[in-house]
C-alpha cells in the first residue's frame, strides 16, 4: 500500500527557516510526480510546489516563489521542501501528496500523507 | 479566488443521491481529468475520485463524470459519514500548477 510520512514541523519565528521532509513506501517513488500541498487554519487546501520524477521539473506558488525549495532523493525514496523567511501566513498543515496518472497523463494527487503542521509566530 | 470553482455547501438527506460540481475552463478540467477529496474534520484528505475511477476501499455510491470544463461528483445513496468536507483539483497548463476548488461542505441532515 502506498504511504507518504511528512515530519519536521513545526513552531519558527518570523523569518525564520524549517525543512520538512516526506518519507515514501510501497510505490516506486522515483516514476512519481510529487507535490507539496499546505492548509491554514479554517481555510481550504492551496497547492504550494511540485517536483517531476526525475527532480528536473519544478514548479512554485506565486506566494512561496523565491522563498521555498523542493527537491527529492529517489535513492531515499524521499522529497523535501526548504522554506525560508517564514510569514505568519506560511502557518498550515503542509501535506505531501503524489501525482496521480490516468490513462498516461499526470494531473491530480492520488495518495496524501497524514501532514505536518508549521507555525509561524514570534 | 479559488481556480475552480465549488458550491460553498450542499446538504441533503440519508438516502438522497447528491451531486456536487467543480467549474473550471479549457487549461485545467477542459484538458484534464479530476481528483475529487474528503476530508473529515480538517483531518489528512482522502481521495474518493480519480478521473473517473473508483480507488480502492471507497464505496460504489460515489461516481465522477466530466462534461467540458465542468466535473462532478455524485453521491447516490447519502450516508452520516460521507458529511465532510469535498475539494476538486486538476493541473492547469497554463498556470503550471495545481489548482484547488475552494470546498463544498456536505450536510447529511
Known amino acids: 500500500e502506498a504511504q507518504l510520512v511528512e515530519s519536521g514541523g513545526g513552531l519558527v519565528q518570523p523569518g525564520g527557516s524549517l525543512r520538512l521532509s516526506c518519507a515514501a513506501s510501497g510505490f516506486t517513488f522515483n516514476i512519481y510526480e510529487m507535490n507539496w500541498v499546505r492548509q491554514a487554519p479554517g481555510k481550504g487546501l492551496e497547492w504550494v510546489s511540485y517536483?517531476?520524477?526525475?527532480?528536473?521539473?519544478?514548479h512554485y506558488a506565486d506566494s512561496v516563489k523565491g522563498r521555498f525549495t523542493i527537491s527529492r532523493d529517489n535513492a531515499r525514496n524521499s522529497m523535501y521542501l526548504q522554506m525560508n523567511s517564514l510569514r505568519a501566513e506560511d502557518s498550515a498543515v503542509y501535506y505531501c501528496?503524489?501525482?496521480?496518472?490516468?490513462?498516461?497523463?499526470?494531473?491530480?494527487?492520488?495518495?496524501w500523507g497524514k501532514g505536518t503542521t508549521v507555525t509561524v509566530s514570534s | 479566488q479559488s481556480a475552480l470553482t465549488q458550491e460553498a455547501s450542499v446538504s441533503g438527506t440519508v438516502g438522497q443521491k447528491v451531486t456536487l460540481s467543480c467549474t473550471g475552463n479549457s487549461n485545467n478540467i477542459g484538458s484534464y481529468g479530476v481528483g475529487w477529496y474528503q476530508q473529515i474534520s480538517h483531518g489528512a484528505p482522502k481521495t474518493v475520485m480519480f478521473?473517473?475511477s473508483l480507488p480502492s476501499g471507497i464505496p460504489d455510491r460515489f461516481s465522477g463524470s466530466k462534461s467540458g470544463t465542468t466535473a462532478s461528483l455524485t453521491i447516490s445513496g447519502l450516508q452520516p459519514e460521507d458529511e465532510a468536507s469535498y475539494y476538486c483539483?486538476?493541473?492547469?497548463?497554463?498556470?503550471?500548477?495545481?489548482?484547488f476548488g475552494g470546498g463544498t461542505k456536505l450536510t447529511v441532515l
Open positions: 517536483i517531476g520524477s526525475s527532480g528536473s521539473t519544478i
Open positions: 478521473g473517473n
Open positions: 483539483s486538476t493541473w492547469d497548463y497554463r498556470l503550471s500548477a495545481q489548482v
Open positions: 501528496a503524489r501525482e496521480g496518472c490516468s490513462g498516461g497523463t499526470c494531473y491530480a494527487p492520488d495518495v
